[in-house]
Every structure is written in structure tokens, then in C-alpha cells.
């Protein structure tokens, strides 16, 4: 498939409307993104043809259901460069995948004393289940500072490591900044003082190529639905040995071995993290958005948002009241910003009226909001299929706004 974002834009249904009457211009993919056809006739396709529960079943329906869902298992594998099915856990999404991190290797592994060494710029799901985890163990939560720009400081980093750190927790892409972070060279750093390194990939892989054993990271995690797939499902990637020596962190049916009522033997990973009756028809949704976005190629998917950004970055530029939070060189697909004198809900509102969806609320990342001295930042964030006619009506709309509420 070659990249012509025509015939990307026609594979999205819901592109494809009004809005007030005007066409819709969709910047809110770092929220969620949209699903081509090929995920929507994935997910169709085995509701009408091939749906029963999973691994149980002897019939034939259960079996292609099974074949289904654990192709999906191995479309995450490729898709991140992990060397086996076995490390890769199906989750409902990031947020699970960091709890069941924290739950199953934090609980276990950390005492008093012992550092959690997380980014100044973490999603919430990268904060709260470690702050949870921190008051269960006496563990302490420590961070790394960034600068004005969004870009982390290394050299502060460098300073917090010590034999204490435990685990470092670092955001790949930060959904909102836009910054890249240099996670290869954090993971290194990190290892050499003996640290567990978890990296956030939920705004990473729709974006950019992952190789987790290039990263060599010791655990990924991102949500299907940021990379064109459904809700309720993604996945998370640990290293075997990792994953090996966690104790489950639910229990039910699918992750054991044998149960009575004296004891249980649970199952090895990545079946030992997946209790219950799982979201098998968003893993087969999920198996055809990775290969969808794959055979686009995650290059030409990189270049073409990098270009967008520049695009974008240069038209808000042309506004004196706009100031943009999130300036760091490495960038990925987020343009937040605030305008001088005018709430951001109120800018979403006028937008939203000219049919350009953005996001508006500091993201969940109220520490970064903090840091930048702001309430909340108005986000837009771009996708595969977004072009420069969506850039284009986000700045006609901004106009509008400055015209309306002055
Ligand atoms: N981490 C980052 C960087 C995110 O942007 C998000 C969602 O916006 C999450 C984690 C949480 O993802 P989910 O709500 O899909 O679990």
C-alpha cells in the first residue's frame, strides 16, 4: 500500500461527515483514534462468522475464535520486535497494563527505601498506580524535572539514579508535549544501576517503529485504540523472565493450571495475567490495525505526521496570543497551546462549532500543567489521516475564536 492520504482518508467512514454543517476536521487522535475498514470488517467479520469463547472450546467455532484472537497476540510481537508470544499480555489498554505492572513486579519487588524514578511528564496512569504502590511498600516516589521547552533533563536524571531506584517509569511520546523521549539511552542509563525500566508506548506506536529489544526496555505497554483499533483492548510487553517470576494479580478462570479448594496452580505468562474471558473480538481488531498501519509502512506514517507538525507548528506561529506548550526538537504528532486571555474549553467550544474536534483539559497529566504554570492547554493531535486542510481549518477556526471572545 502506497501512502496517498486520499485513499487513507476514504478509509475512514467517519471522516466522512458534517459537523454544524461544516466538514469535520478530527485533531483529537491522541485521545482516540479513528478505525479504517479493514479493523471494522475484521471485527464484523468474526462476529457473523467465527465467534465463540477462546482455548476451551473443542469446536470448531471456538478454535477459529482462538486462531483469531491469538494471531492478534502475534501481530503485537511483530508489531514491537518481541522475541515471543509469551511476553506479549493482552490488556484492556495502558492503564491496565502499568497497573498490572505495579501490582504484580511493585508489590513484590519494593520495600522502604527503594526509588520509583518517573518523568515529570507521565500520563496519570503512570503516577497513580505507582503512588498506590508506594504507600502499600514505603516505597518513594522521585522525578525527573524537564525543561521549558518539554524536553527532560538528563543530567538530573543522571543524578537520581542510584543503587535505590528500583524502577523507572518514562513515557515514550507524551501525549501532552508531543516530546520524544530518548528512551533507548534512559533505559541504558537505568540499567546500569540495576533499575526495572517500564516504558509508556500509548502515544509511541501510532506514531513511530518500536523495537522493544533494540529499547531493550523490560517492559511496553500502549492501548489498541490510539493505533486505529477498538476500545477495551491492548497489550503489554515483559521480558520473560520478568514475567516469569510475577505472581498473578487476578484470579479466575483461564490463568490456572488446577484448582481445589486447598490450592491452585497458576498457568505460566502470559496466561497467568489474563483472567477470564477476554476481548477476543478486540484482539482480532486489533491484529488487523497493526498490519493495517504496517503495510503503510511506520516511516512513511512518521514522515508524513512530522511533516503535518511542521505544517501546524508554522500556521500557529502566525498567531501573537498563541503560545505553544511543548517546543522539545523531537516531537511527535501534538500541537497543545494556550491563547493569552481565552479558557481552552471555550476554544474547543468555537472549533468545535467550525467542525475542528480538539481536545481541551490538561490531559491528564496535571503535573505537567504544573510545571508550565497553566490550568489546561488546548490539544490538537493528528493521525494517519489527517492532512493540511485539517491544519488549514484549525487555523480559520482560531481566527473565528479571536473574533468571537476577542
Ligand atoms: N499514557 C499516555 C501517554 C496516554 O496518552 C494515555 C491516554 O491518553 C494513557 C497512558 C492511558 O491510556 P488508556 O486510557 O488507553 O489506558
Known sequence: ????????????????????????????????????????????????????????????????????????????????????????????????????????????????????????????????????????TGAKIRVIPMDDRGVLDMEAYAELLNERTKLVGVVHVSNALGTINPVKQMTQMAHKVGAVVLIDGAQAVPHCAVDVLDMDCDFYMFSGHKVYAPTGIGALYGKKALLEAMPPWQGGGEMIRSVTFESTVVAPPPTRFEAGTPNIAGGVGLAAALGWIQALGMDAVAAHEQQLLDYGTQLLGNFDRIRLIGTAPEKAGVLSFVIDGIHPHDVGTVLDMEGVAVRTGHHCAQPVMERFGIPATTRASLGVYNNRADLDRLAMGLTRVMELLG
Open 1 to 136: 500500500m502506497s501512502f496517498n492520504i486520499d485513499e487513507i482518508r476514504a478509509q475512514f467512514p467517519v471522516l466522512d461527515q458534517q459537523i454544524f454543517g461544516k466538514p469535520l476536521s478530527f485533531l483529537d487522535s491522541a485521545a482516540s483514534a479513528q478505525r479504517p475498514v479493514a479493523v471494522l470488517d475484521a471485527i464484523d467479520y468474526y462476529y457473523r462468522n467465527d465467534h465463540a469463547n477462546v482455548h476451551r472450546g473443542v469446536h470448531q467455532l471456538s478454535q477459529r475464535a482462538t486462531i483469531a484472537y491469538e494471531a492478534g497476540r502475534e501481530a503485537v510481537r511483530d508489531f514491537l520486535g518481541a522475541p515471543s508470544t509469551k511476553e506479549i499480555v493482552f490488556t484492556r489498554g495502558t492503564t491496565e497494563a502499568i497497573n498490572l505492572v505495579a501490582y504484580a513486579w511493585g508489590v513484590p519487588n519494593l520495600k522502604a527505601g527503594d526509588e520509583i524514578l518517573l518523568s515529570g511528564m507521565e500520563h496519570h496512569s503512570n503516577i497513580v498506580p505507582w503512588q498506590f504502590v508506594a504507600a502499600q
